[in-house]
C-alpha cells in the first residue's frame, strides 16, 4: 500500500511538472506538446538535452506501448482463439505504427471528435454507478440518460468534422455547449423523468 501511495505521489508530481512546463511555455510558437518538451529540453541542454528528451520518452512510453500490445493481442485471441497471439500482435503492431506515422495534428484532428462521443456516454455511466448506491437506477434510467447523451454528444463530434452539421444548435442552445458539457443538463433532466416514471410504475 505505501509503494502504491509514494508511485501515486511520483506520478502525480510527474504530471504537475508537465502542465507547469506546458503553462509557462504558452507564449511560445509550438504546434504541440511535443514540440514544447522537444523545446525546453534544447532550451535547458542543448543538444544533449534533445537526446536526453529521447531517451525519456523511449524508456517511458515503451513499456506501456508493450503492454498495451500485449494485452490487445492476448484479449483477441481469446476471442477468436483460430487466429493465434502472434498474428494478433504483429497486426496491432502494424497497426500502431501506421497510425504513429500519421502525425499527432492529424491524428488529434480525427480522435477528438470520437472522443467527444465517446467520453461523455464513459462519464455518465462511472457517475450512475456511484449514484446507484445511495439511488437505485433501473434499466430505464440508463437506459435513457445513455440515449439522450449519444444523441447530443453525436451532435458535437459531428460538429468537429464539420460546424454546418449540427442539427441541435438551430433549434436550441444547450447550456455548457461552449465548454464541450452540452450533454450534462439533458442527462440529467432526463435521468429524473426516467427515475419518476420508474417509480410509478413500480407503485
Not at 506501456?64 to 502472434?86: D, E, Q
Amino acid at each position: 500500500m505505501l509503494a502504491f501511495l509514494q508511485s501515486s505521489q511520483l506520478f502525480s508530481r510527474h504530471y504537475l511538472g508537465i502542465a507547469y512546463i506546458g503553462a509557462s511555455s504558452s507564449t511560445l510558437s509550438f504546434s504541440s506538446g511535443a514540440d514544447i518538451l522537444a523545446g525546453v529540453a534544447n532550451n535547458y541542454f542543448g543538444s544533449a538535452g534533445n537526446f536526453l528528451f529521447g531517451l525519456v520518452v523511449i524508456f517511458a512510453c515503451l513499456p506501456t506501448g508493450v503492454g498495451l500490445l500485449s494485452s490487445c493481442a492476448w484479449y483477441f485471441n481469446k476471442r477468436f482463439p483460430r487466429i493465434t497471439y502472434k498474428k494478433f500482435l504483429l497486426f496491432f503492431v502494424l497497426f500502431s505504427a501506421t497510425v504513429a506515422n500519421i502525425g499527432l495534428e492529424k491524428l488529434i484532428q480525427f480522435s477528438v471528435p470520437v472522443l467527444n462521443v465517446v467520453y461523455p456516454v464513459i462519464i455518465a455511466l462511472i457517475l450512475l454507478s456511484f449514484i446507484n448506491k445511495y439511488v437505485s437506477c433501473d434499466t430505464i434510467v440508463y437506459r435513457s440518460v445513455v440515449g439522450i447523451i449519444l444523441f447530443v454528444s453525436l451532435n458535437d463530434g459531428l460538429k468537429e468534422f464539420n460546424s454546418s452539421w449540427d442539427y441541435i444548435t438551430p433549434f436550441v442552445t444547450l447550456p455548457f455547449s461552449d465548454l464541450g458539457f452540452s450533454w450534462i443538463i439533458p442527462a440529467v433532466v432526463v435521468g429524473v423523468i426516467a427515475k419518476g416514471i420508474s417509480f410509478a410504475w413500480r407503485k
